[in-house]
């Protein structure tokens, strides 16, 4: 019975990140200025500490560099791509829906690679060093960092562009 928790209750933590995130990329958002913000300075909280984390692995900054430029592309089309709209409510503003699919699928995708390999690792009898190993995974590491790099360039663009359009307004 308690095999069912360890599965459940992470795929539950997927399915409501799935749910925000998808409810985020779908349409128009409301910009606010506080939430970009908060969100650009916890990306950057948590790249710089995964960073520190991987300075003692040399191939894990090569995946990690390799994420941050992943991360670039992205965000530059992402960035092309987004449009704003002034409405009665504010300003509001739209990703382009296959770009943020992609981020989303590449974080998923290795999200849930990383919890069938907790859970097959589990079922195993290894030593802690073998375990060890295997939770320390440069290619997690290069795909959260395109996650961080998208998302701070994209949030700090939306940033940029609805102050100046709220400039513009007033």
Known sequence: ?????TVLLPVLIIGFILY?????????????????IFRMCL???I????LLASLAHPFSLLLDAAGVIAGLVLAKLAIDHTKFEERTGGLFFRTHIWIESIVLFL????IVTRLVMIYTIEKSSQSPEQL?????????AGVF???????LIYYG???RKGTRMRQKAA
């Open 132 to 140: 060890q190993s295997q939770f320390s995974s440069p290619l997690t």
């Open 20 to 36: 925000r995130r998808i409810s985020r990329s779908i349409g128009f958002q409301p910009y606010k200025k506080r939430r970009l």
């Open 1 to 5: 019975m308690p095999d069912i928790y």
């Open 145 to 151: 960092f395109l996650l961080v790099t998208f998302y």
């Open 47 to 50: 790249g710089v500490m995964v």
């Open 43 to 45: 990306f950057g909280l």
């Open 157 to 159: 663009n939306v940033l």
């Open 107 to 110: 974080f998923l995708s290795r």
